[in-house]
Structure formats: structure tokens, C-alpha cells
């Protein structure tokens, strides 16, 4: 015996009728992904779903054959019996069927919608697409399809032809009652065709024993497996509904990482620099205070002249993120030799040499970005860690791909001893540079050994590459 409780795949039916989707019955819609309730889309019609557009057509048959079988029903009586005292009360009935019939499909079409489903920050917890537990319909679906049943009967038992409208009615009554009320409703509607045959017949015909039950039986098993094939349907959509929300919310987290990286980048190769050579440069100014004069005011004015630049680098970082050097015009080269300046001391020569010429139409903007921010990175650690009193930036256009090279003649290091993450204070230096490289789908190559200085090159393909991972270190 089939359980009394299942979910509603969502199939319209004629008593109580439901719109598409995969609710179940007398459920309330849920909401979609991100919190919305799916109440119309363009247009003003209501998105269905594949398992409710395969209900609609189903509907749309069973209700047309109530009316085939209704109309037929009713030319066969009129045509064999319309001179029959109980003619008018037959046309009375049939009519009253179908106008019932009609009714039921037209309140549950003009239901009004659920109201919007709360956001997702305070929905329960429980799943949102999951069909609630099947309970009895609404009191108006039970009094028309008990209006409908009644009807039907009382045409039956005066025109037993009528009895061939059972069929859409079986359907109606399983999409309106809990499966053991509807099959239990299903077995009476048989025994009543099989009895009101039976009885206008002259002798005992086994077909008319058989034959309604196997109907029966055959109908009811369609309806069935078409209502479980929906309920499969609509549980691989709420799967896929959960499945994109989760999605949507991975990418939203993995955005947010990623944004945030970038900004501790920017803030790194930018702000956090130029603060560090001014402290570099006041110091010194400091020390030659009372012997060297001349040269303190020089320091001072040179951390001015980086303040300024920090402080328009800053404005422009809060506007729109793009390097300053950049906007001010001339491009990559400029911003380059302008880099190379700024980071020149008494103690310190930074030379800049750019070998050919972009192409047309020149290179992107995120990629002059990038370069610019890993100059600035790669001079930053010179200027910090390596102790060297030159260095040199170098930017080579080639054919096919674009390098930048920084070199000094520091005290060098051992590459193959590199962390990913260099420890201190900064954190960000090489690390930041390799992110930048790999976001371009470029290479990076670290040359350096103890005592002999150190180059950092990047190469950055001029044609769109996929994003990669490779590194190379060479003593």
C-alpha cells in the first residue's frame, strides 16, 4: 500500500490546482537562488521549470479529454435517450460537471502568489527548495472535488456513458488527496462504474467486470509514474538550485580573498615604499644634520618630493586603483624613468634602459600596471635588503613578449633558498611578484648568488596566454 504522505512534483491538477514548479502540494513556493522568489521573469510570466512545463502538458491532455468524453457522453445520451423524462436533469448535471470542472482549474490559476521568501541571512536553516510534508488539501479543493464526485454519480447512475469521465477524474483526485485517500477514491470510482454497468446489462459480461477495473488500475499507474518522474525531476532542480547557490557563494569568497591579496599588493608596491625611503631619507638627513648641512636639506626636499608622489598616488589608489605614474602620461617608459629617478641616492644609482618600442596598439594597461608594480617591489628589496650602490631596470619589447629586468650588485642570495613567503615585517616583496607574474601568464627568473649580486626577470607574453605557474631559479 502506497505511503498516505508524498511530495507533489508540481503537477497542476483540476480540484486544487497549484502553479509550476516543484512545490508540493498546498506547499508554498520557495525561493531561488539568492533569495528571490521566482514569482515572474521578463514579461510577466512565471519561469517553469523542465518537470512543470512536462505537468502543463500532461494537465493540458487530461483536461482535454474530460471534455471530449463529457461532450461525447452527453450526444450519445441525447441522440439514444432524449426522449427520456430525465433528459433535462442529465443536460443539468453535465453542465453543472463541466462548470465545476472549469471552476476548480480557474480559482487555483487566479490563487494569489506566496509572499517573497525572507533573505538568505534570515531564512531558517533548513533546506528552502525542499517540498513540505504532504498534509490534506485546502478545504475548497476538498468541497470541489467532492461537489465534482457527486455530480458525477448521480450522471452515472442516470446515463451510465458518463462513466468514461472517471479517467481525468481519477487524476484529479490524486493530485488533490494524499495517496491513500486517492487510491482509496480511485477503487470506489471503479466499483461504481462496474455496479452502474452491470445493472443496465441483461446478463452477467465479464468485460464489464474487468474491463473498468483495468482502466483503472492502467491510468492510475500512469499518473503515478509520471508524478514520481516529476518528483525526480524537481529534486535534481533543487539539487542544482543548492549546487549554483553554493557555487555562487565559493566564488564570492574566492573573489573576496583575491581582491583582498590585490590590495595588500597595491598598498605594498606603493604606500608602504615610499613611507619606507622617507624614514630611509629623514634618517639620514638626521645624521648630517650638524656636519653636512646642505645635504640634510637635500635629503629633507627629496622625502618631500616622495610624499607629494605618495600622497597623488594615494588619491589616485582611493580613485580608480590605477598607478599614478601611469596616468600622468607617457606610458610605461616614462613611469620607468621617473621610478628610476626617484629611487636614485648618494648611496644608490638606479639607471633605466628600455630597448625598442611597444607595438600597436601598445600594451595593456593591467600589464603596465603589473610591470610598474614589480619594478617598484624589486627596487624596494634593493633598497632595503641587498645593499648594493647600483642598479638597473631594463625593459626589452620583443616580438612576441615583453621582459623586465632588475639587477644590482648587492650582496646577492641563494634562490633555491627562497620561501614563498618571505619572513618579517614586508611579506610581500617577491611573493607579490610572482602573483603579479603569474595573474599575466608569464615566467619569473630569480639570477643570484652570495657576493655577486642578483637579477630579477620577468617575461610577460604580448598574446593572451592562460595563466601559469612557472618559475625558474639559476644560480
Known amino acids: 500500500m502506497p505511503s498516505t ?57 487530461v483536461h482535454l479529454a474530460f471534455f471530449l468524453l463529457l461532450g461525447s457522453a452527453l450526444a450519445r445520451y441525447v441522440q439514444r435517450h432524449g426522449d427520456q423524462p430525465q433528459e433535462p436533469a442529465v443536460l443539468a448535471l453535465a453542465g453543472a460537471l463541466a462548470a465545476l470542472y472549469v471552476i476548480g482549474r480557474r480559482t487555483a490559476a487566479g490563487a494569489p502568489l506566496p509572499p517573497p521568501t525572507p533573505p538568505a541571512d534570515t531564512a531558517p536553516a533548513h533546506d528552502a527548495t525542499a517540498p513540505a510534508p504532504q498534509g490534506l488539501p485546502p478545504l475548497p479543493a476538498l468541497l470541489r472535488l467532492g461537489a465534482l464526485v457527486a455530480v458525477w454519480a448521480v450522471l452515472v447512475a442516470l446515463a451510465p456513458s458518463f462513466a468514461w469521465c472517471a479517467v481525468p477524474l481519477f487524476y484529479t483526485a490524486l493530485r488533490t488527496l494524499p495517496a491513500r485517500a486517492a487510491y482509496t477514491l480511485v477503487a470506489l470510482f471503479t466499483v461504481f462504474v462496474v455496479v452502474a454497468q452491470l445493472r443496465l446489462a441483461d446478463r452477467l459480461d465479464v468485460d464489464l467486470v474487468v474491463g473498468p477495473p483495468a482502466v483503472a488500475v492502467l491510468a492510475t499507474a500512469v499518473f503515478t509514474h509520471m508524478d514520481r518522474q516529476a518528483e525526480r525531476q524537481a529534486a535534481l532542480i533543487r539539487d542544482l ?86 596616468a600622468g602620461g607617457g606610458g610605461l617608459d616614462a613611469a620607468l624613468r621617473g621610478l628610476a629617478a626617484r629611487e636614485s641616492t648618494a648611496e644608490r644609482t638606479v639607471t633605466c634602459l628600455i630597448d625598442g618600442a611597444p607595438g600597436t596598439p601598445g600594451l595593456p594597461d593591467r600589464v603596465q600596471s603589473a610591470l610598474l608594480r614589480i619594478a617598484q617591489g624589486a627596487l624596494a628589496n634593493v633598497r632595503e635588503h641587498s645593499g648594493a650602490t647600483r642598479a638597473a631596470l631594463t625593459l626589452t619589447y620583443l616580438e612576441d613578449e615583453v621582459r623586465l629586468d632588475i639587477a644590482d650588485d648587492g650582496r646577492g642570495l641563494d634562490p633555491a633558498a627562497l620561501p614563498e613567503r618571505a619572513a618579517g615585517v614586508r611579506g610581500h616583496g617577491l611573493p607579490a611578484i610572482r602573483a603579479r607574474v603569474r595573474r599575466l601568464g608569464g615566467t619569473l627568473t630569480v639570477e643570484s648568488a652570495p657576493g655577486d649580486g642578483t637579477v630579477v626577470s620577468a617575461a610577460v607574453p604580448l598574446r593572451p596566454a592562460a595563466p601559469s605557474t612557472p618559475e625558474s631559479t639559476a644560480p
Open 5 to 61: 504522505s508524498r511530495p507533489s512534483p508540481g503537477v497542476p491538477h483540476t480540484a486544487a490546482e497549484e502553479a509550476p514548479g516543484p512545490p508540493a502540494r498546498g506547499a508554498t513556493p520557495q525561493s531561488s537562488a539568492g533569495g528571490q522568489t521566482p514569482q515572474s521573469s521578463a514579461g510577466g510570466q512565471t519561469p517553469r521549470s523542465p518537470a512543470g512545463a512536462e505537468a502543463h502538458r500532461l494537465a493540458f491532455v
Open 241 to 326: 538550485v543548492r549546487t549554483r547557490r553554493e557555487l555562487a557563494a565559493t566564488e564570492r569568497r574566492e573573489g573576496t580573498l583575491a581582491e583582498r591579496q590585490r590590495l595588500a599588493m597595491e598598498i605594498h608596491d606603493t604606500l608602504a615604499q615610499s613611507l619606507s625611503s622617507q624614514r630611509m631619507l629623514l634618517q639620514a638627513a638626521e645624521r648630517v644634520w650638524e656636519t653636512d648641512p646642505e645635504r640634510a636639506r637635500a635629503h629633507v626636499g627629496t622625502a618631500a618630493g616622495i610624499a607629494e608622489s605618495s600622497l597623488a598616488e594615494a588619491r589616485r589608489f582611493v580613485h580608480d586603483l590605477a598607478p599614478a605614474d601611469l
